[in-house]
């Protein structure tokens, strides 16, 4: 008979999921060779996991890509998640006595983080759909 996993251990194991997911990502975005060995090694998973991991990449929409000449795994040059733009504008605080009126930063933070919840639902949405929780 197997034991059913408690909500909250489904949680955690999701986050670790996510967590893992993000840490492919930060280590392909950045400098080093990163070939699924090396990945498997950092994460402390195995290689089947790490293709697995830049599959659930590939359907979330990020560029990555096999690069020959240095036998690693890249993200193509320029890529950013829609919505994680941050706004070149500064907020200004109001003057003393001033009803405080939203400054266009202000509203433009708003926007933005707005679009990246949406982005991040259909994110975990998508890997959702990869590996749903099955209990065990």
Request: proline share 8%; charged share 30%.
């Amino acid at each position: 008979m197997t034991k059913s996993r408690t909500d909250a251990e489904r949680r955690a194991r999701q986050c670790e999921r996510l967590s893992r997911l993000l840490r492919v990502l930060h280590l392909i975005m950045g400098p080093g060779r990163w070939d699924a060995e090396s990945l498997a090694g950092e994460l402390e998973c195995s290689r089947r996991t790490v293709h697995r991991l830049l599959q659930t990449l590939s359907m979330a929409g990020v560029p990555w890509y096999y690069d020959e000449s240095r036998q690693a795994y890249r993200v193509r040059h320029g890529f950013k998640f829609p919505g994680f733009e941050i706004s070149k504008q500064v907020a200004v605080p109001p003057k003393p006595q001033q009803q405080p009126k939203p400054q266009p930063a202000i509203t433009q933070v708003l926007k933005d983080g707005e679009t990246l919840m949406v982005s991040l639902k259909q994110f975990l949405k998508s890997l959702q759909r990869l590996a749903p929780d099955k209990p065990d």
